[in-house]
């Protein structure tokens, strides 16, 4: 894992070399007049990075209430619980549900018999006979879900797979070249783009970045909750 100056060192030494953002006494650093510009874009390319990918898969708990058919990932906050207790529950990191699982650790499929639906990517809602069903089996569904990579400072380390560590630097500095004025910047930001756009599709099609780091058991009765 690099962290945030290791990342400013690698991109000033190529992808921004000889831009106003390169400290001129020191080509392989970012002015500091930069940093926080620099430090913006990237948190900006990271999120969209980790919304291409399902890069993080973390689990939440969900407790049920039977005169409660809809949940909000924004608003009921109070009924989740991250599986990991060294985790907190951070809303503006769910990207979108991957899987939901009852206390016995069974899938339940979502948009299919109209039982379990997602109407929209941030809510889930349960027909109340699923519901009352599920709270009888136990008081909580386990929500597999797709996260943002988290924000960072310039002091954290980005937490990227080796394989997607150039197409970070090539869309940061994509956007950082195309909000430049002229002819001459807007087509070599374009340009990075374009590679950028490239390098990605080449990690699709090897199927490099679609699964998480981390697997863990969805078996309530094995973490204790019944």
Same mark, same amino acid.
């Given at each position: 894992?690099?962290?945030?100056?290791?990342?400013?060192?690698?991109?000033?030494?190529?992808?921004?070399?000889?831009?106003?953002?390169?400290?001129?006494?020191?080509?392989?650093?970012?002015?500091?007049?930069?940093?926080?510009?620099?430090?913006?874009?990237?948190?900006?390319?990271?999120?969209?990075?980790?919304?291409?990918?399902?890069?993080?898969?973390?689990?939440?708990?969900?407790? $049920?209430?039977? @005169?409660? !058919?809809?949940?909000?990932?924004?608003?009921?906050? +109070?009924?989740?619980?991250?599986? =990991?207790? &060294?985790?907190?529950?951070?809303?503006?990191?769910?990207?979108?549900?991957?899987?939901?699982?009852?206390?016995?650790?069974?899938?339940?499929?979502?948009?299919?018999?109209?039982?379990?639906?997602?109407?929209?990517?941030?809510?889930?809602?349960?027909?109340?006979?699923?519901?009352?069903?599920?709270?009888?089996?136990?008081?909580?569904?386990?929500?597999?879900?797709?996260?943002?990579?988290?924000?960072?400072?310039?002091?954290?380390?980005?937490?990227?797979?080796?394989? $997607?560590?150039? @197409?970070? !630097?090539?869309?940061?500095?994509?956007?950082?070249? +195309?909000?430049?004025?002229?002819? =001459?910047? &807007?087509?070599?930001?374009?340009?990075?783009?374009?590679?950028?756009?490239?390098?990605?599709?080449?990690?699709?099609?090897?199927?490099?970045?679609?699964?998480?780091?981390?697997?863990?058991?969805?078996?309530?009765?094995?973490?204790?909750?019944?």
């Amino acid at each position: 894992m690099m962290n945030f100056t290791q990342f400013c060192g690698k991109i000033a030494k190529a992808e921004l070399k000889n831009m106003s953002a390169v400290d001129d006494t020191n080509l392989g650093e970012i002015h500091p007049d930069y940093t926080e510009t620099i430090l913006s874009l990237t948190n900006q390319a990271l999120t969209t990075i980790s919304t291409k990918f399902p890069l993080f898969k973390l689990q939440v708990d969900l407790t $049920l209430n039977p @005169a409660k !058919q809809e949940y909000s990932f924004d608003t009921d906050t +109070s009924l989740l619980t991250m599986v =990991e207790t &060294s985790q907190t529950y951070d809303s503006k990191r769910f990207i979108k549900i991957l899987n939901v699982y009852n206390s016995d650790g069974d899938e339940l499929l979502t948009d299919v018999n109209g039982h379990v639906t997602v109407p929209a990517y941030n809510r889930i809602r349960f027909t109340s006979a699923i519901l009352l069903e599920l709270i009888e089996m136990g008081p909580k569904v386990r929500i597999r879900f797709q996260a943002r990579h988290p924000e960072i400072t310039a002091t954290d380390g980005i937490i990227l797979p080796p394989n $997607l560590e150039t @197409a970070l !630097q090539l869309l940061v500095a994509s956007m950082y070249i +195309s909000q430049m004025n002229g002819p =001459e910047h &807007s087509a070599k930001g374009d340009s990075y783009y374009a590679q950028y756009l490239r390098h990605i599709g080449e990690d699709e099609l090897q199927n490099n970045s679609s699964t998480s780091e981390i697997e863990t058991d969805n078996r309530f009765t094995s973490r204790g909750f019944v």
